[in-house]
């Protein structure tokens, strides 16, 4: 028996209408970072009960890889949570260390999706590559 694929946000949602979801959220709240966080095929983690989240562009990325800890009912002091922008490993071992503490705007203006315009970010229990 085949395993049916999981249907990611950009699969479910045309073009079109990410752009415009996009569009309206930064026209009403300028302030906020459109962010989408999916679990990558494989991970024994659950799945968000939501993917889309609305995130105010101050937040440092640690503070959001917390609160998706939260989310996920992990701890966070003691779990770890790898997450994932495009095919960079957001981890505290790798040289990019220096932007889990900075601000979400900061990673939204590098990685955001160049055509809808959402930051899409990934998370997984273990590192896993080729995903």
């Known amino acids: 028996m085949q395993k049916q694929k999981t249907q990611t946000y950009k699969d479910s949602h045309t073009l079109e ?5 996009v569009q309206e959220q930064l026209a009403k709240y300028p302030e906020m970072i459109p962010i989408i ?7 024994k983690l659950p ?3 939501k993917v889309k989240f609305l995130v105010n562009s101050s937040f440092s990325f640690n503070e959001f890889k917390n609160t ?4 996920l009912n992990l701890d966070e002091k003691t779990s770890t ?3 994932y922008c495009g095919k960079n490993l957001m981890n505290e071992r790798t040289s990019y260390n220096q932007q889990l ?3 979400l705007k900061n990673i939204y203006d ?5 055509e809808d315009g959402f930051l899409y970010l990934h998370y997984a ?3 896993t590559f080729g995903f």
Do not use: H, S
């Open 101 to 103: 503490d900075d601000k």
């Open 17 to 21: 209408d990410r752009k415009k979801r």
């Open 68 to 71: 998706i800890k939260k989310k």
């Open 47 to 49: 799945q968000l009960q």
């Open 37 to 43: 966080v999916e679990k990558i095929p494989g991970c």
């Open 125 to 127: 229990d273990a590192e």
């Open 110 to 114: 590098q990685y955001k999706d160049p």
């Open 81 to 83: 949570l790898f997450m």
